[in-house]
């Protein structure tokens, strides 16, 4: 295997090669595609795109005028990753395009899908999903490459590297299906139903498009079905208590004064928490509160407070609207109600 290594590095294969014509178109490219891409969020307008949606998408650009590492060094792939050991390919390739059109594409795509999906999951759990999707994308690639090269013994589908962020943009598709269902999708022109469209543009786009990754856009599929029926939803929900219970509980815990357990401090008020009794004290703070009296007076007082309350009540509230007079039944109601009073006075 080191000697297929060294000989793979002074030969690079297909996918190198077209990624580095591809570095060349761009480097003397007219740039339509991202005076393309600036015309389209100028005419959806700033103050319509979500934060999390607008950061991202500029986040995009910004590392495709200036990019983290050449294009070779990002794609992710099972050779770069696993063999190499350089994993932070995961996290730069879905951020990394390889020409304008790439990015153009792929960033109009995502502005619908953000605009639509961030307005409904809210800001913070919109970007927890991006960044779950652009790592898992990745990871579910790998997956996929390897158990192909074990099943075929053909080594290139390791070493096919992969980059764009149209893996995440599938598995968002798969998510904004879900959220939207019973609608009509067109691709290509064609309606489609919403709850194929995926798996229709995952074929027609390796069809007409042949230099696209199949195994990229089907990883974020896998990804997508994972969140909507599988266990990564409630994955994720768990990983976000988890963490808001750690921030919780690393937040400084308030002094408690001296005066007793129910004593707090922190904001200069009493706060009454839960106490335990002992039977002993239990019933000595029951007979301090019943003022010496026993338990039938007890009841009998607490009867007396409850109608002299709804007596009370019913005398402050005001008429009836629009002259509507007392029925039969409140009339009955409120002479057995003062019947009850008169007898508890005797």
Not at 15 to 36: A, F, K, P
Not at 81 to 102: E, N, V
Not at 263 to 276: C, D, F, I, N, R
Request: glycine residues 8%.
């Amino acid at each position: 295997m080191m000697k297929h290594e060294e000989t793979q590095r002074r030969k690079p294969d297909g996918v190198e090669l077209e990624l580095q014509t591809s570095m060349r178109h761009r480097s003397r490219g007219s740039q339509m595609g991202l005076l393309l891409l600036a015309s389209q969020v100028f005419q959806v307008g700033l103050d319509n795109i979500p934060p999390v949606t607008l950061a991202v998408l500029a986040l995009n650009v910004y590392l495709f005028l200036f990019p983290a590492a050449p294009l070779l060094r990002t794609c992710v792939s099972v050779q770069q990753a696993y063999w190499f050991g350089d994993w932070r390919r995961l996290l730069l390739s879905p951020l990394h395009h390889a020409d304008d059109w790439h990015l153009y594409f792929n960033m109009v795509s995502f502005l619908w899908k953000g605009m639509k999906l961030e307005r409904r999951l809210g800001g913070a759990w919109f970007l927890y999903v991006l960044s779950v999707f652009s790592l898992l994308t990745g990871v579910v690639y790998l997956v996929l490459e390897a158990t192909l090269t074990e099943l075929t013994q053909d080594n290139s589908y390791s070493m096919t590297c992969a980059v764009g962020f149209s893996g995440v943009l599938f598995a968002l598709k798969v998510l904004n299906n879900h959220y939207h269902p019973g609608g009509v999708t067109y691709v290509m022109g064609v309606p489609v139903s919403s709850s194929y469209a995926s798996w229709v543009e995952l074929v027609l786009i390796h069809v007409t498009s042949p230099g696209t990754s199949f195994v990229g856009h089907l990883s974020g599929i896998l990804v997508g079905l994972l969140y909507t029926s599988g266990p990564l939803k409630p994955l994720m929900k768990k990983c976000a208590e988890f963490v808001s219970m750690n921030g919780y509980n690393s937040q400084p815990r308030a002094n408690f004064s001296a005066s007793g357990p129910s004593g707090y401090s922190g904001t200069g008020a009493e706060y009454s928490g839960y106490h335990h009794y002992s039977p002993q004290n239990t019933a000595h703070h029951s007979a301090s509160n019943a003022g010496g009296l026993t338990e039938e007076e007890q009841l009998e007082m607490a009867i007396r407070n409850s109608l002299n309350d709804r007596g009370q009540t019913s005398q402050r509230s005001p008429p009836p609207p629009y002259g509507f007079n007392l029925s039969e039944e409140q009339e009955l109601a409120e002479e057995v109600r003062l019947r009850r009073l008169r007898r508890f006075d005797r």
